[in-house]
C-alpha cells in the first residue's frame, strides 16, 4: 500500500448518490516543494516557477506555481471526494485567469452540473480561488461507476 493513500480522505460515490448542486471543496497552501516536485514530475522547468531571480524580472515578479499543478488540484477532487474512486476522466476545459504564487491557499470548487444516464456521465464545473479571487476555471466530464448489484443470498 503506498504510504500516501489514505482511505479516510476518500468518498465513494457510485452514478447514483450524485445530484446536481452537490459539491465538494478542497483547500490547498501551495508550497516551495509543491512547485519543485511538480516541475520534477512534469518536466516542466520554466524559470518562472523555479528561479526567483528570472521570475522577478517577469510581469508577476515572483516565482508562480504551474497552471497544471492548479489544475491538478480538481483532478484531486475528482478522483478522491466528488465523485471519488472509479470516476474516469472523460475531458476537462482550463482557463487561466491569474497566477497563484508560493504560499497562496487554494481553495478548488466541484460542482455537478449535469448527469447523464447514458454512459453515465457527469459534467462538473469547476473552479479554483485564491483570496476569493477566480484564478483558474472549466468544466470536467466524468464517468461514473454504477452502484454494485446485490450479491445473491448463498
Do not use: W
Not at 500500500?1 to 490547498?28: C, H, I, K, W
Not at 514530475?41 to 524580472?57: C, F, K, V, W
Not at 508562480?64 to 465523485?83: E, F, K, N, Q, W
Request: with cysteine; glycine share 8%.
Amino acid at each position: 500500500m503506498n504510504a500516501r493513500f489514505n482511505p479516510r480522505a476518500m468518498r465513494l460515490l457510485y452514478f447514483e448518490d450524485l445530484s446536481v448542486g452537490q459539491r465538494e471543496t478542497l483547500m490547498r497552501t501551495v508550497m516551495d516543494e509543491d512547485v519543485i516536485d511538480f516541475a520534477r514530475l512534469s518536466g516542466d522547468d520554466n524559470p518562472i516557477h523555479l528561479h526567483q531571480e528570472y521570475a522577478a524580472t517577469t510581469r508577476f515578479g515572483e516565482r508562480i506555481a504551474h497552471g497544471l499543478y492548479t489544475a491538478s488540484l480538481i483532478s484531486a477532487v475528482l478522483g478522491t471526494r466528488l465523485p471519488g474512486p472509479g470516476a474516469v476522466y472523460r475531458s476537462q476545459t482550463l482557463n487561466f485567469h491569474a497566477p497563484v504564487k508560493i504560499g497562496d491557499v487554494v481553495s478548488v470548487i466541484v460542482e455537478v452540473v449535469e448527469l447523464n444516464p447514458q454512459g453515465r456521465r457527469v459534467k462538473l464545473k469547476c473552479e479554483a480561488l485564491v483570496d476569493g479571487k477566480v484564478v483558474l476555471n472549466g468544466e470536467a466530464e466524468v464517468s461514473v461507476p454504477p452502484r454494485p448489484a446485490p450479491k445473491p443470498a448463498a
